[in-house]
């Protein structure tokens, strides 16, 4: 053989060796990527069913809550107007009637 084919002959060699383990490591990080992307799915999985676990624990407690207890919705500038007594005699009757109108209107 000449020593222009055994050039060539190892430069193609060389070039399709160099593309097979090229080849490989490409398929080898692509592969590693994927396995990221279904951990990462994963992850993404676990916290949505914590964070569904989290809500539903706090309808059931706010369902507990308001069985036990009255709840009002209370306008803040409307509240203080309902504390402060009236001129008329029944300061006891007139407070209730403004605090039943004050709750009336918050809502």
Partial sequence: MSRASKLTLLGT???AAGTVVF??????????????GVIRDMEQQRLKRERQLDFDLQRVLEAEYKKDQTVHNTDSSAGAGATAPSLGSNKTGTVAATTATATSAGR
């Avoid at 080849?23 to 990221?36: F, I, L, T």
């Fill in 23 to 36: 080849v490989h490591y490409q398929q080898k990080s692509e592969k590693e990527a994927m396995h990221q």
């Fill in 13 to 15: 060699t060389l070039f």
